[in-house]
């Protein structure tokens, strides 16, 4: 019976059932990752990869009201997708939660190259930070320099008209940042610094968004923003979403 019922939501997930019938049967455990949608895009796609922030709590089904999470990617593809529907645009999130830089390189060609995205958005660097707070295999700046080089040199040879785009990493003072602050502050600046260079050294579109946070800290304090220091609250979700259309529209001139 139970082996049926596995088939049976196999099937309509696949035949784009699920949602329709028996919305509450498909669970994560049925797809590793979205399915690539039947509708395939014939303009621009742009895919988000990073940690817990990007992913969202994004579900892995064939779900489409969840599959982009609830987060600032869900924000930025419902917008565009909105405004603009004669581009054709598709938009994928690959965030996971918990992901350090050597897990994007691990699972770089599955979740990246193969879905050949023409702009890929890149958030990482709080989680290896944690790592080293809490001695967890840490990694020294100069190996996250060496694997996030690794990943972006290997995209740019995949892809070579891929328009990259770069998110600084960001914290704000309470939470997970109240254990150690200082060693925080130390680790995150690093990182900060390391990927406003690599979006040089790899003509990467750099979505600055310390500062932004730190000044919507004069507007609410900072628990308004990061619930707990690290991940955004979703105020800070939209923060971020605006920040990166506001920076991404410069290139992409159809924005508005």
Request: proline share 5%; net charge positive.
């Amino acid at each position: 019976m139970e082996e049926s019922r596995r088939k049976f939501i196999k099937h309509a997930a696949l035949t784009g059932l699920a949602g329709m019938i028996m919305p509450n049967l498909v669970s994560a455990a049925e797809f590793s990752e979205p399915l690539i949608h039947s509708n395939t895009s014939t303009g621009l796609t742009f895919l988000f990869q990073g940690d817990s922030i990007t992913d969202g709590n994004r579900t892995r089904d064939n779900d489409w009201n969840h599959v982009m999470g609830h987060g600032y990617a869900s924000l930025i593809a419902s917008r565009l997708w909105f405004d603009y529907p004669e581009k054709k645009l598709m938009f994928y999130n690959r965030g996971i939660s918990g992901n350090r830089v050597k897990d994007l390189d691990t699972r770089w060609q599955r979740d990246t190259l193969d879905l050949k995205p023409d702009v890929l958005s890149i958030l990482i660097g709080v989680n290896d930070i944690i790592a080293i707070i809490k001695d967890r295999e840490p990694e020294s700046i100069e190996k996250f320099e060496e694997t996030y080089r690794r990943i972006l040199t290997r995209t740019k040879e995949a892809l070579p008209n891929i328009q990259l785009v770069l998110c600084e990493p960001f914290i704000l003072p309470l939470g997970w940042v109240d254990d150690k602050p200082e060693m925080w502050q130390s680790e995150i600046s690093k990182r900060q610094k390391l990927v406003r260079t690599l979006a040089k050294d790899y003509n990467a579109i750099f979505i600055e968004l310390q500062k932004p946070f730190n000044k919507a800290c004069k507007k609410a304090p900072a628990k308004y923003w990061i619930w707990d220091g690290i991940h955004p609250m979703p105020a800070g979700h939209e923060l971020i979403a605006r920040e990166w259309i506001k920076e991404v529209k410069k290139t992409f001139r159809f924005i508005k």
